[in-house]
Nanobody, 126 residues
Framework: QVQLVESGGGLVQAGGSLRLSCAVS????????MGWFRQAPGKEREFVAV????????SYADSVKGRFTIARANAKNTVNLQMNSLKPEDTAVYYC???????????????????WGQGTQVTVSS
């Protein structure tokens, strides 16, 4: 059984930064590509970023490109999302997700992920 636990959410002013972490309980963490999604009230869950099993390849949604950075530490079974220059429209519940699939181009779709965390709230005030 794979379990994902997010942390690091909170309230921040526009222009500020937050760092989300996702701890993964899996003996084969290195086999998973890891993604971050977010869901704002009344909206669909949307792709934010994904990182390959090695950490060598990443992909971002256009809305966060240049502001967010995804990275993983395979020795610690964690994946982080550094969020800078936050905007009020970044307000959402952020979810960590894991998948065995490797084609990052396909991993923008939530249906490609097998495991999800419970989410952590990020609120950006104007």
């Amino acid at each position: 059984q794979v379990q994902l636990v997010e942390s690091g959410g909170g309230l921040v002013q526009a222009g500020g930064s937050l760092r989300l972490s996702c701890a993964v309980s899996a003996r084969t963490f290195i086999q998973y590509s890891m993604g971050w999604f977010r869901q704002a009230p009344g909206k669909e869950r949307e792709f934010v970023a994904v990182v390959s099993w090695s950490g060598g390849s990443t992909s971002y949604a256009d809305s966060v490109k240049g502001r967010f950075t995804i990275a993983r530490a395979n020795a610690k079974n964690t994946v982080n999302l550094q969020m800078n220059s936050l905007k009020p429209e970044d307000t959402a519940v952020y979810y960590c997700a894991a998948t065995y699939k490797y084609n990052l181009g396909e991993l923008v779709h939530r249906n490609e992920y097998a495991y999800w965390g419970q989410g952590t709230q990020v609120t950006v005030s104007s």
